[in-house]
């Protein structure tokens, strides 16, 4: 079945340094969605990509659906201690009603 | 309410017993998706319900899971004879036909003791 490679697991950075993580995949995918999760919640919807190539912004993030539709990365800038959380990456196939699938998230813990 | 809504928020059940997770999506929601989350671990998935197409079960991991949606609406994740290793926060998340951004309940954790 299809799979995400998401990395890193897990990062341990200062506050205020930029973050980057990214997914990749085997298969292609028409949809890219990245959520956080914080403890005890469901993942929180971050930023959805719709077409290769396409770059999206919200806020202090950005995300991008790679050129070959097979990988997608995610920056947090500037980060900050409410930045704290497990970050997702997901993807939907190239048809539509298709299950979405997850990477293994990446851990990410910020040091004052 | 708005958004997805899990119930119960916990649960606590002894070995053997059988429990049923409930999950209301999103009024208007055709898509429903059941995911388990074992402590520090990723999303792994376990059904996909679309409009009135058969459900997708293919990440059941035993005979002892079961999942219905009536009406389109409100679904039920049933575990039968409930083993220590089913204890993870059971997650639900619901879509519209078209788009693909799920959006999530808060999770039923379940305690297997």
């Known amino acids: 079945g299809q799979q995400l490679n998401q990395s890193p697991q897990s990062m341990f950075i200062q506050e205020g340094e930029d973050v980057s993580m990214n997914c990749t995949s085997s298969?292609?995918?028409?949809?890219w969605l990245w959520y956080k999760q914080d403890p005890g919640e469901g993942p929180v919807l971050l930023i959805a990509l719709y077409k290769a190539g396409e770059l999206t912004s919200n806020g202090r993030l950005t995300a991008q659906f790679g050129i070959t539709r097979k990988d997608s990365f995610l920056n947090i800038s500037a980060s900050i201690p409410s930045d704290v959380g497990i970050y997702f990456c997901?993807?939907?196939?190239?048809?539509?009603?298709?299950?979405?699938?997850f990477g293994q998230g990446t851990r990410l813990t910020i040091n004052p | 309410g708005a958004g997805v809504s899990q119930s119960p928020s916990n649960k606590v059940t002894e070995k053997g017993k059988d429990v049923e997770l409930r999950c209301d999506p999103i009024s208007g929601h055709t898509a429903l998706y059941w995911y388990r989350q074992s402590l520090g671990q990723g999303l792994e998935f376990l059904i996909y319900?679309?409009?009135?197409?058969?459900?997708?079960k293919s990440g059941l991991p035993s005979d002892r899971f079961s999942a219905e949606r009536t009406g389109g609406s409100v679904s039920t994740l049933t575990i039968q004879r409930t083993q220590q290793e089913d204890s993870a926060v059971y997650l639900c998340?619901?879509?519209?036909?078209?788009?693909?951004?799920?959006?999530f309940g808060q999770g039923t954790r379940l305690t297997v003791v």
């Open positions: 998340a619901s879509r519209t036909a078209i788009g693909a951004e799920a959006f």
């Open positions: 298969s292609i995918f028409n949809t």
């Open positions: 997901a993807g939907q196939g190239i048809q539509g009603a298709q299950k979405l699938v």
């Open positions: 319900f679309q409009g009135n197409s058969a459900p997708d």
